[in-house]
């Protein structure tokens, strides 16, 4: 039997708990015997839903948010990326099976079309300019 490829929304709908571990070792910007906390996609999803339109919020800030939120010293910045990207396409297959745009999470929010996650998009870079540019985001 082949193998079924999940749906973004599936992806971002998994089981995996959110968690605050200790760093033993220095991981990326994270110092060792920090705190860490690990969201899960919803959490990122429910995030950027209260970002205002109109608002540029980067993950850097994201990440500040949600550990200060959790009682972490750091949030993950691997998997806040992986999660940021889960949500963009899982909203971006919402539009596409015809869900209106202001029902969707607002992902070109948090998203330039500069980042290096937008070039990793399923439907690129332009759909993300083209809603940035609505809002009167330009970067």
């Known amino acids: 039997m082949a193998y079924k490829r999940k749906t973004w929304q599936e992806k971002q ?7 605050v571990e200790v760093v033993n070792e220095k991981f990326a910007d994270i110092p060792a015997g920090a705190s860490m906390y690990i969201a899960t996609p919803l959490i990122v999803d429910a995030y950027i839903r209260n970002i205002p339109e109109g608002v ?6 994201m990440r500040k948010d949600l550990a200060a939120e959790h ?10 990326g992986i999660f940021l990207r889960i949500v963009s396409e899982a909203a971006y297959e919402e539009f596409m099976g015809g ?26 870079s332009d759909f993300v300019k083209e809603l940035r540019q ?3 985001l330009t970067y």
């Not at 540029?56 to 800030?61: D, G, M, R, V």
Request: charged fraction near 25%.
């Open 13 to 19: 709908h998994n089981n995996h708990p959110e968690k």
């Open 56 to 61: 540029h919020t980067s993950l850097q800030q």
């Open 71 to 80: 009682g972490a010293e750091y949030t993950c910045p691997i998997t806040s």
């Open 99 to 124: 869900k209106p745009l202001k029902k969707i999470t607002p992902f070109w929010r948090m998203i330039d079309s500069k980042a290096p996650v937008a070039k990793k998009l399923s439907f690129g």
């Open 134 to 136: 609505k809002e009167g």
